[in-house]
Structure formats: structure tokens, C-alpha cells
């Protein structure tokens, strides 16, 4: 944890310049320059966005990257490491592959990790053992609040620690701040919220889930918090994010925000980009942690004016209606983030690379939440999470009425008609609906989801899901996902 006089010296720069590489090297010129944050012969590691096989804006800008490690480097850094866990289920292996990244950082001079240690499930005859000793002597499990984490060691060890955030629009938090770029440090399993059937309506009701994740996020950032932050908003994704998404628009600023304290450069981002403080749990509950500075009097603010360089940016949807989907209703109840969140990728997801699908599967609708209405004459019932599988056990929808043939008597007197209507009446049977597909999980997993949509309605309905699907099984490989497992990692 930093020093309690570092946090009160808390320094944002605002810089604005022509290209990112430029703008970062003006903005830690701002701050004080780089030897200002690292010695000779220090250790660096640098955590950047790496989300997914793609490249910016899913994840951090390379151009950046290679402004920073050639400035590290004339500061006389020692080693210089790079690395990030990804979504879960992915490993850094296949993202490196695709994007060669670790040819990349050695020709820049530094070193990209294999967190997860997947550089090594190729190997022939590797066994369990082997990779269970393997996690041993990469990571260390730190206890902090009555939580433990398994963290990396090259993290722990290192003399400095830098992060590169790439800012985004995010579904529960407006923006991707370097608060949440922290959290990616730890293995996705130690970023999941535990859940479990027994708990209540109140967990949703006051959305227990939100809560629980900041106070994981903040303890993972209070385990080892960085030396020097760079909010990359040179270019920013708005509208849908923090991914690639077909409503997605790419906003060019041409400012980066830097700072040495995390919560303090969040705070100074947020006031830059208009969105409100004041509530902002994540902040507040950081602040209140002694963690940052929040008071912008307090905060030494250095380059560009806030006010002059004011920017509006479109945030992702607020409800998930508002993702208008061809062919979906979409009916919430009440919804914690977790499953809010996962949902809003999946729509987007499905708005993104199903078009065609979409178009040939009409009258579909989507329950989320607790208690989420009825849908009325539609084909197919997709009920995404465990609270809305529950609280629909008893709903029509999940019944189809059975109607008895009419008579063929031709005439009959209004006395006999009416004990014939009687009769069929009496024989009116329910059976069950089989148009209904359900979406467990306490969140659901989003490729979980996608396997389940794609067996519903079949590989000749759903060309589009069938490429994804292709994609998908070459990217998260199930003997690597295993190996992962076994590492404890997911």
C-alpha cells in the first residue's frame, strides 16, 4: 500500500497531443518525467488490457506500450515484464499466438508473461503433477480481509508497477478505469463473485453482487497498487463496450490522463469525461479505504485544463431493452449486475455476429431477473440465470393448453351441446412447453449460452452462431481450459 505522504502528494497530468505515442511521452513528462518513477536497474512490470485476440481498442493501444518500454528503458530499467489475465476461459497462449506477442516485446527489449503459465501446456507428456508445481512456484496466495488471492509472483517481486489502461464505456461501471484494470491481475477465478441457490431476494433487491465485486476489486488493488497510471483515452469505444460491438463507435480526444495514484487519475478522468462523482461507489468506497484522494483541491493537477477539454461520451445501455435486438423481446425483473452485465454481452454478442440468424428466427423473447413477466405468443422463451428459471417455475408460458377435438355431430339440442362443453371442458389437459430454453448460472457463463442457443436451434437455423461457435472452440480449447483448471486459474 502506498505511503500515507505519497497519497497526499496525489499528481494528475491531462495531456493532449497528435498521436498516443506523443501524448504519453508529454504526459510523463508532466508528471515529473520517468526517472521520477523508476531507478536503475529496477524491475518493471507493466498491466495492460488484453482481453481478447483482437487489438485496440478490446486492448490496450501496442503504440502506447512501445512508447512506455523505450522510455523504461533509457530510465535504465532492469527486466521489463508485461502481462494480463484475459476472459476467463482463454488463455494467454492463444491470444499471444494470434497476435505474436511475445516476438513483439523481445524485439521492444522486454518480456511478455504467460500469467497462466499456457506457454507450457503443449509441452509433451506434461502431467498434472507437473503443472500443479509449476502454479506453486509462479504464484503466491496473499490473505487480505478474510479473502485469499493467488497473485503472480513476477507482480509481487517486481520494484515498480505500471499501469496502461485503456478507457472504455463498461456496462456497470460507465467507464473502464484503471481500478478495474487492476482486478485483471489476479486469475479469473479469483475475480468471480461466489453465489449460491440459498441466497435471497435481498441479494438482488440490493444488488449484493456490485457490492461484493468493488470490495474484491479494491482488495486485489490493495494488495499491489501501481506506481504510475496512464487513462488512455486517445481514442475512446462509446457507445457499446468495453468490447468490439456493433453499436460500438470510436471517439478520437487525443488526451491521456496520467497520475501516481489510481483513484485520484480515476477521479480526474471521470470529472473529464462528465460523468457524476458524487455517487460513484467505486471511488467513494476506494476513498474511504484510505486508498486515493478524491478531493480535487488536494490533487496537484498539471497540463491541459478540465473544463476546456470537457468531453461527452454515449454510455453503453442502461437497460437491456435498450440493445433492441431483431426478433427479441427482452422482459427484466429485478436483475442484480451480475447477471445485468453478462447479459448485455450476450445481446451484444448476438446483435454483433448474428444478423442473419436473427433475421430467420422470429418471435423469440428473453427473461432476466427475478419475476420478469410473462411473454404473450411468441415462438421461443430464453430465460437467462438462475433467478429467472426460478421465479417462472409457475408462469402459463411454461404450459401449453391441449384442446379437445369438437364433436362431429352435426346437430344437437342446446341441452345436449351445452353437457358436451361441459365434458370437453373437464378434459382440457396442460402439457409441458418445450419452446422454453433456460440459461442457468449465477451469472451464466456467455459461452455457455452461446453453446446452448446454438443445440436449441440447430446448426442449419443459426449459420452465423455455427462460424462463431468454429471461432470459439479453436480459441478455448477444452484441454487447455482443463490445464487451466488444474493450475488454478478458472
Sequence with gaps: MNKESEIKNAEVAIVKDNTPKSTILKGIEAIGGISKFIKEGDQIFIKFNLNLPTAFPTNTNFDVLEALITTCKKAGAGKIFLGSFPFKSISINSISTTLNLEAYFRNLGAEFVYLDNS?????????????????????????????????????????????????????????????LNSY????????????????????????????????????????????????DLFYLLERSGPCIYKDSYLQKTGIMVLGNNAVSTDLITLKLLNI???????????????????????????????????????????????????????????ICSGCFKQAYHLLNLMKTHMIKDLKYNPRNALLVGLNPGEPERFDNVLLFGDCAIRSTNNCNFRRIKIIPKKSSTKKKSSKKSREIDLQNKKKIKFKTNKNILELPGCPPEITDCLNLIFKYYGKGNLPNLSLLNNFLKILIDPKSKEKLRITGVI
Aim: charged share 25%; proline share 4%.
Design 119 to 179: 506457454n507450457l501446456f503443449n509441452k509433451k507428456n506434461i502431467k498434472k503433477d507437473q503443472l500443479e508445481k509449476i502454479s506453486r512456484e509462479s504464484f503466491s496466495m496473499v490473505a487480505i480481509n478474510e479473502k485469499e488471492f493467488l497473485v503472480p509472483k513476477v507482480i509481487l517481486d517486481s520494484d515498480k508497477f505500471i499501469v496502461v489502461n485503456q478507457v472504455n464505456v463498461n456496462p456497470l461501471f460507465k467507464l473502464n478505469l484503471s481500478l
Design 184 to 231: 485483471s491481475m489476479v486469475p479469473p477465478k479469483y475475480q468471480e463473485i461466489e453465489t449460491n441457490e440459498s441466497q435471497d431476494d435481498n441479494y438482488v433487491a440490493l444488488d449484493q453482487y456490485k457490492k461484493d465485486l468493488i470490495s474484491n476489486m479494491l482488495d486485489v488493488f490493495s494488495i499491489k497498487q501501481p506506481d504510475l497510471i496512464i487513462n
Design 276 to 334: 457524476e462523482t458524487q455517487g460513484y461507489k467505486l471511488i467513494l468506497d476506494a476513498h474511504q479505504r484510505g486508498l486515493g484522494i478524491i478531493d480535487p483541491k488536494l490533487i496537484t493537477l498539471v497540463g491541459e485544463d478540465i473544463e476546456q477539454n470537457s468531453i461527452f461520451v454515449e454510455l453503453c445501455a442502461s437497460k437491456l431493452d435498450e440493445i433492441n435486438l431483431k426478433n427479441f423481446i427482452i422482459n427484466s425483473g429485478q
